[in-house]
């Protein structure tokens, strides 16, 4: 069974900085996608970076040179290290975890660790919160 912690959600304000942290349990390899999502209240759940086993990432446009992904794969340990924080990353965190490999979800063929893929493991969730 595939189990993801996170921690290291808080309070920071504007400008301040934040590592989040989710230790992923229950895969046989290193061999799967993780990723970071976030929701806030009332929005839709949106990507923000994704990475592959083999270090690949990808980072969503609002968050592009203030937030970085990174895993250890000999801890099973994802990370998002994040800066120049603003009121609007006020969300919940979510870390999320697929097996590596081709997709197909809601019709769409994928062949990366897109945020889009439908992620099947999830987190419980880290709440960070920004106040300007």
């Known amino acids: 069974q595939v189990q993801l912690v996170e921690s290291g959600g808080g309070s920071v304000q504007s400008g301040g900085s934040l590592t989040l942290s989710c230790v992923v349990s229950?895969?046989?390899?290193?061999?799967?996608?993780m990723g970071w999502f976030r929701q806030a209240p009332g929005k839709e759940r949106e990507g923000v970076a994704v990475?592959?086993?083999?270090?690949?990432?990808e980072s969503a446009d609002n968050v592009k040179g203030r937030f970085t992904i990174s895993r250890d794969n000999a801890t099973n340990t994802l990370s998002l290290q994040m800066s120049s924080l603003k009121p609007e990353d006020t969300a919940m965190y979510y870390c999320?975890?697929?097996?590596?490999?081709?997709?197909?979800?809601?019709?769409?063929?994928?062949?990366?660790?897109?945020?889009?893929?439908?992620?099947?493991?999830w987190g419980q969730g880290t709440q960070v919160t920004v106040s300007s």
């Open positions: 999320a975890a697929d097996s590596a490999g081709f997709k197909v979800y809601r019709g769409r063929y994928y062949n990366s660790c897109s945020w889009k893929r439908g992620y099947t493991h």
């Open positions: 229950g895969y046989t390899s290193s061999r799967y996608c």
């Open positions: 990475i592959d086993s083999d270090g690949s990432a």
